[in-house]
């Protein structure tokens, strides 16, 4: 049973990236035969219109440093219903990840790339969770202070450990090489 919840999982979450990874087009453009399937509701131009004021004076708040984007955002979501800046720069966003999503498809090297620093992140993460284990991942201490100071520790740490390999292993690897031990390319 434990292998039918995993495997129901993995579906709803391919389900979920095949709804996240819609093409939005504006009124009265057709999509090829071939992505019609990945074709969600139209851009509502309209909208973007109608907030087109607020859309300027939210970009030059963020450009002057006045607020951080996240502070906006999170402000915007905040409301019980989703105002028109809110949906206007929802319609905004499909039309950014639209004009993106074509590009990523016909581009290995821009896939590869993110693979890469995704697998970097990961592998951090993993360092970060071995090293933290003895606390079994949690940071028990009462004030944000102790929490800064631990995480900054850790941080200090996984850092030495990066320099360490990054100093030392391609030596180990000649080392190894000059007695006659294979590895891998480094």
């Known amino acids: 049973m434990r292998h039918a919840g995993f495997l129901r999982q993995t579906v709803e979450a391919v389900i979920d990236l095949r709804r996240h990874r819609r093409l939005y087009l504006f009124p009265g453009d057709a999509a090829p035969e071939n992505l019609e399937p990945l074709v969600g509701e139209p851009i509502n131009v309209e909208r973007i219109k109608a907030n087109w004021n607020d859309i300027l004076r939210l970009v030059t708040t963020i450009r002057s440093g006045q607020v951080r984007p996240s502070t906006l955002l999170a402000k915007l979501s905040a409301f019980p219903r989703q105002n028109g800046l809110a949906l206007a720069l929802r319609y905004i966003g499909r039309t950014d990840r639209s004009i993106f999503l074509p590009q990523w498809w016909r581009n290995p090297d821009m896939r590869r790339n993110a693979t890469i620093g995704i697998n970097k992140s990961e592998t951090q993460n993993t360092l970060a969770h071995a090293l933290f284990l003895n606390r079994l991942g949690e940071l028990r ?34 080392d190894l090489n000059r007695d006659g031990i294979a590895t891998p390319p480094v």
């Open 141 to 174: 201490d009462r004030t944000f202070e102790s929490h800064f100071y631990r995480a900054s520790g850790l941080n200090l740490l996984i850092n030495a450990i990066v320099c360490w390999k990054t100093l030392y292993l391609e030596q180990a690897f000649a």
